[in-house]
């Protein structure tokens, strides 16, 4: 290699990425919530999504083979979202307004789209685990995204709440 990790990290910030937060549940039902900006469509037909986690997070167990996730796509005003649930304070939950669906995985609103998954594989590669979930709903809000670039929370300027 003619860079190190530093430069291939740097460089990798320069491409403008969405963030989201994903949520779960522990198998004895507490919540659990992290904010991730590696986030991509796979296929439409199935319905599929990936994103991935350093193979180190104590959180990668709550998402193996066949558990329920939801992704929060984030919208330009839930910065302090994805700060809280990028942070490693113990409970992530306590004094964020959200709901609790049938399923007990807790949920955000106001957010770009929320899409409910199931972990469909995991893929080891390199220092993380690339998940492939199954899409099996979704809701949508027009609404100006959160952005994650070089190191910082941008806004795309384009007015989306704005289209009709």
Do not use: Y
């Not at 986030?39 to 990936?50: D, I, K, N, Y």
């Not at 979202?81 to 409970?91: H, V």
């Amino acid at each position: 290699m003619t860079f190190d990790t530093r430069q291939f990290r740097s460089a990798l910030g320069g491409f403008p990425t969405g963030v989201a937060v994903i949520t779960t549940i522990t198998t004895e039902g507490e919540p659990v919530g992290i904010t991730i900006n590696s986030f991509s469509s796979v296929s439409l037909e199935p319905p599929l999504v990936l994103w991935s986690l350093v193979t180190t997070s104590p959180s990668l167990v709550h998402f193996a083979l066949g558990r329920r996730h939801v992704i929060h796509v984030l919208a330009h005003d839930q910065e302090e979202l994805a700060t809280r649930f990028a942070s490693r304070i113990p409970d992530k939950f306590s004094g964020i307004a959200h709901t609790i669906a049938d399923d007990n995985i807790p949920r955000f609103d106001e957010c770009v789209a929320t899409f409910e998954c199931t972990t469909r594989t995991l893929h080891e590669e390199g220092d993380h685990v690339i998940v492939i979930a199954h899409v099996e709903q979704i809701d949508q809000r027009a609404r100006d995204p959160l952005l994650f670039c070089g190191g910082k929370f941008a806004v795309l300027d384009t007015a989306l709440s704005n289209r009709g």
